[in-house]
């Protein structure tokens, strides 16, 4: 435990506990937001890196799977005529394979099955004009192709993670608001308990800055324990996560890593605690006692 000198005998005051535990709580609900927060930054940053100037074409196949290769040369034909395409490629069946893999897992009925044939293309940037110019082109050659534009989809995931961040920023602000209620409702009751205590530090001389000071110091310390503990509650329920994050197969969900902001973030997380209960704390003390003179 911090030792700091006090002339009140705050260190054995009930409402200290109760400080400590609840900003264990919080503590641990805002790094989790942060975690949250972070990890859907650094998942949609990966999507798009893999998805930004890229295409997919579908050309449907008939119940034997088979289609028209002479569509499909002359559509690969066009496409690398254009100007906006640096390639075009068709996806073998055994690429096909692996990205059914984690759905329909390692099994022959993906060879029976009548896939599509799928182009790659990558294209030199994802402007509209360009999509749409390539596009045109496909429906000229192959009428029944099916061009995927990524960055529908995407947009979708980028709106969603939008949506979440807000939801993990909403949750911060939530936990500021109340740890500082927290302390300046266990400042008030110390104030109160300690009235005579206070009383006679005033009359042999005290300010109210000294005397906030000290349940100043107080709160900072309880909120930087609290916080800490906060932290070690954390700790498993992340190392939980990852584990069952793990399990999931490769190719549902990519492999990202949470960025060293993040991880500076939840270590200044108690710091950050400690200094809002610190200021709370003074800050109530000040009024209560300026209100008195």
Same mark, same amino acid.
Not at 143 to 153: G, L, N, S
Not at 268 to 280: E, F, H, Q, R, S
């Given at each position: 435990?911090?030792?700091?000198?006090?002339?009140?005998?705050?260190?054995?005051?009930?409402?200290?506990?109760?400080?400590?535990?609840?900003?264990?709580?919080?503590?641990?609900?805002?790094?989790?937001?942060?975690?949250?927060?972070?990890?859907?930054?650094?998942?949609?940053?990966?999507?798009?890196?893999?998805?930004?100037?890229?295409?997919?074409?579908?050309?449907p196949t008939d119940y034997t799977g088979s289609a028209d290769t002479n569509d499909i040369q002359l559509l690969l034909d066009a496409l690398s005529t254009h100007k906006a395409v640096l390639a075009a490629n068709v996806v073998s069946m055994e690429n096909m394979s692996k990205l059914l893999e984690p759905w329909l897992g390692q099994s022959t009925i993906i060879t029976d099955l009548p896939l599509p044939i799928l182009i790659d293309v990558n294209i030199e940037s994802n402007d509209e004009y360009s999509?749409?110019?390539?596009?045109?082109?496909?429906?000229?050659?192959?009428?029944? #192709? $099916?061009?995927?534009?990524?960055?529908?989809? +995407?947009?979708? =995931? @980028?709106?969603? &993670?939008?949506?979440? /961040?807000?939801?993990?920023? #909403? $949750?911060?602000?939530?936990?500021?608001?109340? +740890?500082?209620? =927290? @302390?300046?409702? &266990?400042?008030?009751? /110390?104030?109160?308990?300690?009235?005579?205590?206070?009383?006679?530090?005033?009359?042999?001389?005290?300010?109210?800055?000294?005397?906030?000071?000290?349940?100043?110091?107080?709160?900072?310390?309880?909120?930087?324990?609290?916080?800490?503990?906060?932290?070690?509650?954390?700790?498993?329920?992340?190392?939980?996560?990852?584990?069952?994050?793990?399990?999931?197969?490769?190719?549902?969900?990519?492999?990202?890593?949470?960025?060293?902001?993040?991880?500076?973030?939840?270590?200044?997380?108690?710091?950050?605690?400690?200094?809002?209960?610190?200021?709370?704390?003074?800050?109530?003390?000040?009024?209560?006692?300026?209100?008195?003179?």
């Amino acid at each position: 435990m911090l030792r700091i000198r006090s002339d009140l005998p705050l260190r054995g005051d009930s409402s200290s506990r109760f400080v400590f535990g609840l900003v264990a709580i919080l503590v641990f609900i805002a790094a989790s937001a942060v975690t949250v927060n972070y990890y859907i930054e650094a998942l949609v940053d990966e999507w798009n890196q893999n998805v930004t100037g890229t295409l997919t074409i579908q050309i449907p196949t008939d119940y034997t799977g088979s289609a028209d290769t002479n569509d499909i040369q002359l559509l690969l034909d066009a496409l690398s005529t254009h100007k906006a395409v640096l390639a075009a490629n068709v996806v073998s069946m055994e690429n096909m394979s692996k990205l059914l893999e984690p759905w329909l897992g390692q099994s022959t009925i993906i060879t029976d099955l009548p896939l599509p044939i799928l182009i790659d293309v990558n294209i030199e940037s994802n402007d509209e004009y360009s999509v749409k110019s390539i596009i045109e082109v496909t429906k000229q050659v192959a009428p029944r #192709a $099916i061009v995927e534009d990524h960055r529908i989809w +995407l947009n979708s =995931i @980028v709106n969603l &993670a939008d949506g979440l /961040s807000i939801i993990s920023l #909403a $949750i911060m602000l939530l936990v500021t608001g109340a +740890l500082s209620l =927290i @302390v300046i409702f &266990a400042t008030r009751a /110390s104030l109160t308990e300690y009235t005579q205590a206070i009383d006679i530090l005033h009359i042999i001389g005290a300010k109210d800055g000294y005397v906030a000071g000290q349940f100043a110091r107080r709160a900072l310390v309880q909120g930087i324990l609290g916080g800490s503990m906060g932290l070690i509650l954390y700790g498993p329920m992340f190392v939980a996560i990852t584990w069952l994050a793990s399990q999931v197969q490769m190719g549902v969900l990519p492999d990202v890593a949470l960025p060293i902001q993040h991880w500076i973030l939840i270590l200044l997380l108690p710091v950050i605690a400690g200094a809002l209960a610190m200021l709370a704390a003074h800050i109530t003390v000040r009024r209560i006692l300026a209100l008195k003179v």
